[in-house]
Every structure is written in structure tokens, then in C-alpha cells.
Nanobody
Framework: VQLQASGGGLVQPGGSLRLSCAAS????????VGWFRQAPGKEREFVSR????????DYADSVRGRFTISRDKAKNTVNLEMNRLIPEDTAVYYC????????????????????WGQGTLVTVSS
């Protein structure tokens, strides 16, 4: 079972990127899928998540209104559309999935996720 995060790159402030999390050997069907990020010298932080059972989504305050998480059932991917990027969004972005349901209020916690992708680097710079 593997998660593969892709779509990172270098983008200018104000630009957009679309990250994708693909699963092999695992179907996003009942538990949450989350995106986390870690900037140099900083702790890993929650970015967004989607409950694949209900479709419910949530975002960190720092990205709400700029980022959109979605699920593509046909491709078995979870995507993160990132708009109006700012330099503070620079980080390695990781996708994570939980194999099974958990209460909504825990879905922002990294420790509830069983599977992690390898990370994709997003650099926002002029």
C-alpha cells in the first residue's frame, strides 16, 4: 500500500498549483485523507482534509478560502487545489490517509493517519 503525492514545484506569489495524492493498494472510501505540510525549521502542520465517507472538508485558517480539497473517485485520488499562493506556503506537502473512520474532531491530527506519502515540495518565490 502506497500513497504518492505529486504536483509540487516552483510558483510565483499569487500563482496556483494542484497537488494530487494517488493510492496504490488502497481505496479512499471510508476514512479521512489529509494534507499536511512542513516548512524548513518548522513543525509539520495540518493543511486540509476530506472525509471520504461524507465528503466533509476542513481547512487550516491560513489556507481557508485559497485552497480546495477534493476527491476523484474514478481515479482514486485526492487533490489539493492551491490558489493565491504566498511565500509562507513554501513547504514539503504530504498526503496521508486513515484506514477507517474516526470522529471528525480528530481528523486534523497527524497521529490518526496510518498511511503517508513521500511528500512533494512547493516553493513560492519570485
Amino acid at each position: 500500500v502506497q500513497l504518492q503525492a505529486s504536483g509540487g514545484g516552483l510558483v510565483q506569489p499569487g500563482g496556483s498549483l494542484r497537488l494530487s495524492c494517488a493510492a496504490s493498494g488502497h481505496t479512499f472510501s471510508s476514512g479521512p485523507v489529509g494534507w499536511f505540510r512542513q516548512a524548513p525549521g518548522k513543525e509539520r502542520e495540518f493543511v486540509s482534509r476530506i472525509d471520504t465517507w461524507t465528503g466533509n472538508t476542513d481547512y487550516a485558517d491560513s489556507v481557508r478560502g485559497r485552497f480546495t480539497i477534493s476527491r476523484d473517485k474514478a481515479k482514486n485520488t485526492v487533490n489539493l487545489e492551491m490558489n493565491r499562493l504566498i511565500p509562507e506556503d513554501t513547504a514539503v506537502y504530504y498526503c496521508a490517509a486513515r484506514n477507517g473512520r474516526i470522529i471528525t474532531s480528530y481528523m486534523h491530527r497527524a497521529e490518526v493517519y496510518d498511511l503517508w506519502g513521500q511528500g512533494t515540495l512547493v516553493t513560492v518565490s519570485s
